[in-house]
């Protein structure tokens, strides 16, 4: 691989966690005794990427900066830099420090901090071998049905069609810097959207599981269980 065919990855953690309704930040909060942004870290340090851009609360920008040197020896670099109002500023902050010689930019929540590795390696790959714009999906569960303001039913959505989008999402750097400039007001739901606006195809892959965004107290609950399903059980006593 050429350094033109270095990847980044902007890991976003500046959000509050409002709906989580822990005391502190989003990221900060621990999975299986390590914060969420450390678990994000160990698996994009394990993952392709070499150059990582991590956003943080505006408060938290040194301690994170700790949590993250403690797991990035891996990289070719890692950057700390205090995020925005909303998600989509947050991106924002980080791109502007996206070292030069990446070409490939990853786009990940924090929240989705059990993703593992080669979900990283495969969007990143898809990138790098066939498509400008890339993000993981999976087929979605429950019936789906659009309502009006009274909650009657409009219309059942054909699921066999539908994905549920997750990140990391991948892009072509000029591409992802062109959406964000073009991108309005309103803040848009994901990075990939914002290429869509351009009219630029994007493709969806095979997400993973492993990579749900942990929102609420339920998710936190099923994170402590995935996350100890992948520890490694403790060695028994002599
Ligand atoms: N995020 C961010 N900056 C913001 C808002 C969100 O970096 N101003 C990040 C979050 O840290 C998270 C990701 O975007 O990793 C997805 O956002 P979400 O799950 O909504 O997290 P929060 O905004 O922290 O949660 P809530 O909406 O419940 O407050
Ligand atoms: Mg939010």
Redesign the pocket.
């Known amino acids: 691989m050429s350094a033109a065919d270095d990847v980044a990855c902007v ?10 309704g822990e005391s502190r ?3 900060l909060v621990e999975v299986a005794g390590m914060s ?1 942004v450390e678990h994000a870290v160990r698996a994009i340090a394990a993952s392709q990427v070499r150059h990582l851009v991590v ?1 943080a ?1 505006e408060a938290n920008v040194e301690h994170m900066a700790e949590l993250v040197r403690a797991h990035a020896a891996s990289l070719a670099t890692s950057t700390v830099v205090a ?5 989509q ?3 924002a902050r980080g791109l502007d420090v996206v070292p030069a010689a990446a070409d490939v930019v990853l786009v990940h ?4 901090c059990l993703a593992p590795a080669e979900l990283y390696d495969d969007v990143a790959r898809a990138v790098l071998d066939h498509h400008d714009a890339v993000i993981p999906g999976l087929p979605v569960v429950d019936t789906l049905k659009e309502v009006d303001d009274e909650g009657g039913v409009r219309a059942t959505l054909p699921r066999a069609r539908l994905r549920a989008i997750q990140t990391p999402q991948g892009f072509r750097r000029s591409l992802l810097l062109r959406a964000h400039a073009a991108a309005g007001a309103d803040e848009a739901p994901d990075d990939a959207s914002m290429v869509e606006a351009l009219g630029v195809p994007v493709q969806v892959v095979t997400g993973h599981p492993d990579a749900f ?3 609420r107290p339920l998710d936190l609950a099923l994170a402590e269980i995935v996350a100890a399903r992948s520890r490694p059980a403790p060695k028994p006593a002599p």
């Open positions: 890991l976003v953690a500046a959000g509050r966690g409002e709906r989580l930040p989003k990221a969420m956003v609360p995020g925005g109002a909303t998600r500023a947050s991106v929540d924090a929240a989705r965004k942990v929102t």
